[in-house]
């Protein structure tokens, strides 16, 4: 089944290669290139999954997934988030879970492990039958 999944990223590079890798396994792809966006369109849209990049030009990722588990709306309480960021500094891993994301990835984007990770957490939630 094909799910809905935002990207927050302003990285026109990452955005279209997440973009690619995303449509590649069926699934549909929302981009959002602000935080705000991102924010709007998740109430909006109701993804079945959210990719967030943590260094966005207006709010960060952090606050983005503190504001989406503290949502009036259900669905964004519970739906899984996944932190893709380039700062590998020790503690980010840890920030970002403390923020309310299910997992962390690292930049650069390693395609396989992307796949890997949006499978299971779809299968966790329901919303694939593999
Ligand atoms: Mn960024």
């Known amino acids: 089944m094909a799910a809905k999944i ?4 302003d990285n026109p590079d990452n955005m279209t290669l997440v973009k690619r890798a995303i ?3 069926g699934h549909n792809f929302i ?5 705000l966006k991102g924010i709007d369109l998740a ?3 109701k993804p079945d999954l959210i990719l967030l990049d943590i260094n966005l030009p207006d709010i960060d990722g952090y606050e983005i997934a503190r504001r989406l588990r503290a949502s ?3 669905h964004l309480q519970y739906v899984p ?4 960021t380039a700062n590998a500094l020790k503690g980010d891993a840890e920030k970002a879970l403390e923020a309310g994301c299910d997992v962390y ?3 650069p984007i390693n395609i396989r492990e992307l796949w890997a990770r949006v499978d299971a957490l779809l299968e966790t ?3 694939t039958d593999a």
């Open 6 to 9: 935002l990207y927050i990223e």
């Open 23 to 25: 449509e590649a396994i």
């Open 31 to 35: 981009p959002a290139e602000t935080g």
């Open 43 to 45: 109430s909006e849209v």
């Open 72 to 74: 009036d709306l259900e």
């Open 81 to 84: 988030i996944i932190a893709i």
């Open 105 to 107: 990835m690292s930049k």
């Open 125 to 127: 939630s329901g919303k």
